[in-house]
């Protein structure tokens, strides 16, 4: 067992550890994409009607965030910590099921 | 008038350095001197931007990054909890026009802890009504000007004139018009 640090400790992320809490070498050991909740950036809100939708999926394939959660039948659910408000998915949907509405 | 320094804040793709640019371009047509730069490095969408603008009545000789502001805009409104971020090192009595519907109690505190004079406009639902997307950039300025009367806005105007043209310059001067008459003072 390496007695240096395996995992990254969450005060790196507010620039409060040092070089001794950090694993050696710069090594990234886990994804650290996700702790950043980038849903904030939003403008505009995309919201599924289940009722229009056909499961065709197009809006998981061109998410580019990706957003689109899927799940077992198919159908699709958005992870509002991550959708920056694009519209990709609202412009791509062949039923027009999604509708980007006004935050707040 | 001596120097004022303006520093906004923003993220890509709102207009922060477009927003910069129009004032100084409308200062210039008032005969004024001005000297305008955005931050560089995290010029993509979405990534916050800071853009620089000074205007004065003298030749302006400083052509640094604004570190110690008179004014600072928030463009961003989801910038504006980010109290520490954009409040550094402003100048005692400065004004603040930020882009809010509700004001965060933070702000109130560090605003009457520094004096500071706190203009707020609701530029998101001016954005939205007028261009039917997120530009808040000039929206904040017709705020600014109001607030601070650093140009005048048949200027600012006029600016928007040579900048755009066509159905955008009319969307740009109804948002300007309406954030000019809409913005409040904090008391």
């Known amino acids: 067992m390496s007695k240096y640090p395996l995992k990254m400790p969450e005060t790196a992320f507010e620039g409060k550890a040092t070089w001794k809490k950090i694993p050696l070498a710069g090594i990234i050991t886990e994804p650290t994409g996700p702790r950043y909740k980038t849903g904030n950036w939003r403008a505009l809100r995309p919201v599924i009607d289940q009722q229009k939708c056909i499961k065709c999926l197009l809006c998981w394939v061109y998410c580019p965030e990706p957003s689109i959660i899927r799940k077992e039948d198919d159908s699709v659910e958005i992870d509002y910590d991550f959708c920056k408000g694009c519209g990709i998915c609202a412009d791509v949907c062949p039923v027009k099921a999604i509708e980007m509405v006004r935050e707040g | 008038m001596s120097l004022i320094e303006v520093r906004w804040h923003g993220r890509g793709g709102q207009g922060v350095v477009t927003a910069s640019d129009l004032l100084a371009k409308a200062a210039i047509l008032e005969g004024k001197y001005a000297w305008h730069a955005p931050m560089f490095g995290p010029e993509r969408s979405g990534a916050p931007v800071v853009a620089f603008t000074r205007v004065s009545d003298e030749v302006i000789e400083i052509h640094s990054g604004v570190y110690n502001p008179d004014v600072i805009v928030v463009i961003d409104p989801t910038q504006v909890i980010e109290v520490d971020w954009y409040l550094e090192g402003v100048k005692d009595g400065g004004t603040v026009v930020v882009n809010a519907k509700d004001l965060p109690d933070k702000l109130i505190k560090e605003v009457q802890k520094k004096h500071l004079k706190l203009f707020y406009v609701d530029a998101y639902t001016i954005a939205l009504d007028t261009f039917n ?41 109804i948002a300007i018009r309406r954030a000019y008459k809409e913005v409040k003072k904090y008391e």
């Open chain 2, 133 to 173: 997307r997120a530009f808040y950039n000039t929206p904040m300025l017709g705020a600014l000007v109001k607030a601070t009367g650093l140009v005048s806005l048949e200027s600012v105007l006029k600016v928007i004139e040579i900048r755009f043209s066509g159905n955008i310059a009319d969307k740009n001067k």
